[in-house]
């Protein structure tokens, strides 16, 4: 089998659309942050639901959290409560800030933060809460207000597998939290090659962070050199940051925008016929979402049982030899050397994780796989598992 035959684990899902609206930005002569980042922005927030909601595009997930604690005035000496399974950088834009992450435990059934464990773990140094929606699958955010409610804490919500994700009817970006992340890194539901959005109802956050995301200028480039009355005068208020999303990443953010709704239902409709054909397989099987709710389905995650005839790490091998390619998410924080030494993370404490870890892998699904590449996997799967 060559390399071309193999089934990769994610493709992102461009058209010729998308190309064009790049190519037109690339021949405007404005390449970075300006109008199609403005419009990206209004777009995003109608597409959620609510054209009121505030949204900022920035040129990562990874950005977006850190101007979120920033904005929230996360500073040393102050805590952030982040899932164990997740990736690092929902924790380490916690130590951009001075403060700490404190890792907690996850639930066994979702891998989703475990509240349990989070309330176990609070102090008068917590601030923030970070829930992760893992896969796509929403956190119960009606828990999470509470929780936070009862603790007095703020909630910024990692939701960079989570669109289009719905939880109890209500679309994860317009709920009660203070700002909601979300990522279109090259293989999430809908991609910008590198880019995210932060969402907020709060206008005086916003504000904050969009003044951050770029060197703490007072107004934006694109405003300084192309508005009505063109003026060369800013000012910094701020040490910020570099954070924005050009404008051809935003062109193709447009396209994306506009099919992400298609683009979902083609990975709920994989994530539908992998669960129908490993249903009988020593595997568990991902929850999927409750009536009222939606999946994203960003990652389709099997956990292989005692009774498989193989590892975790062989059956990866193993599918790799027949052609398909497979990915782990996550390797839980605490068994990373760094979140290790730095919070004396002990693999005991953390015993869900610990189990998932050694179980789990990621199949390949993403919106432009054929009906053959998914007649594939399963085939696959169930040569080595059946």
Same mark, same amino acid.
């Given at each position: 089998?060559? $390399?071309?035959?193999?089934?990769? =684990? %994610? ?16 021949? +405007? ?17 109608? *597409? ?12 990562? %997930? ?6 979120? @604690? ?8 102050? *805590? ?12 380490? $834009? ?21 509240? *349990? ?9 917590? #601030? ?5 929606? =893992? ?19 703020? $909630?910024?919500?990692? /939701? ?37 959005? $932060? ?42 940051? #570099? ?6 990443? %935003? /062109?193709?953010?447009?396209?994306? @925008? ?28 991902? &929850?999927?979402?409750?009536?009222? +709710? ?25 599918? +790799? ?10 390797? &839980? ?21 610990? *189990?998932?870890?050694?179980? /789990?892998?990621? @199949?390949?699904? =993403? ?18 598992? %059946?």
């Amino acid at each position: 089998m060559t $390399v071309d035959d193999r089934i990769p =684990f %994610a493709v992102p899902d461009i058209g010729e659309a998308e190309i064009a609206a790049v190519t037109k930005a690339l021949r +405007s002569g404005w390449l970075t942050t300006g109008q199609n980042a403005a419009a990206f922005e209004v777009e995003f927030s109608a *597409e959620l639901g609510d054209a009121a909601v505030n949204s900022v595009a920035v040129n990562s %997930a990874t950005a977006g959290l850190h101007l979120a @604690l920033d904005a929230l005035q996360v500073r040393p000496g102050d *805590e952030v409560l982040v899932p164990d399974w997740t990736f690092t950088s929902t924790a380490e $834009v916690v130590r951009y800030c001075g403060a700490t992450p404190v890792i907690v435990d996850v639930d066994p059934v979702t891998l989703n933060i475990d509240l *349990e464990a989070a309330q176990r773990a609070v102090t008068d140094r917590t #601030k923030v809460i970070m829930p992760v929606h =893992f896969a796509g699958l929403a956190v119960d955010l009606d828990a999470v207000a509470a929780f936070a409610q009862r603790n007095g804490l703020r $909630v910024v919500e990692d /939701a960079a597998h989570a669109h289009p994700t719905i939880h109890n009817g209500v679309r994860v970006g317009l709920g009660s939290s203070d700002c909601v992340v979300f990522s279109f890194y090259a293989t999430k539901t809908m991609t910008t090659g590198e880019g995210g959005m $932060v969402v907020t109802r709060d206008g005086a956050l916003a504000k904050r962070m969009r003044t951050m995301r770029l060197h703490g200028i007072s107004r934006d480039v694109f405003d300084r050199y192309t508005s009505d009355k063109p003026s060369w005068q800013y000012e910094v208020v701020a040490p910020g940051f #570099k954070y924005n999303l050009t404008d051809t990443a %935003a /062109a193709m953010g447009r396209v994306q @925008l506009r099919r992400a709704g298609q683009m979902r239902d083609a990975r709920a409709a994989i994530a539908k016929r992998y669960l129908e054909a490993f249903a009988d397989l020593p595997v568990v099987l991902p &929850p999927d979402a409750d009536e009222g +709710s939606q999946h994203s389905w960003h990652l389709f995650v099997l956990r292989l049982t005692d009774e498989a005839p193989m590892s975790r790490n062989e059956f990866i091998e193993q599918m +790799s030899r027949l052609g398909v390619l497979c990915s782990v998410h996550f390797i &839980p924080l605490h068994l990373h050397p760094y979140w290790q030494e730095s919070g004396s993370l002990q693999e005991a404490d953390f015993p869900v994780a610990s *189990e998932a870890f050694n179980r /789990a892998v990621s @199949l390949p699904i =993403f919106s432009a796989m054929t009906d053959d590449q998914v007649d594939r996997v399963v085939a696959a799967v169930r040569e080595l598992l %059946a």
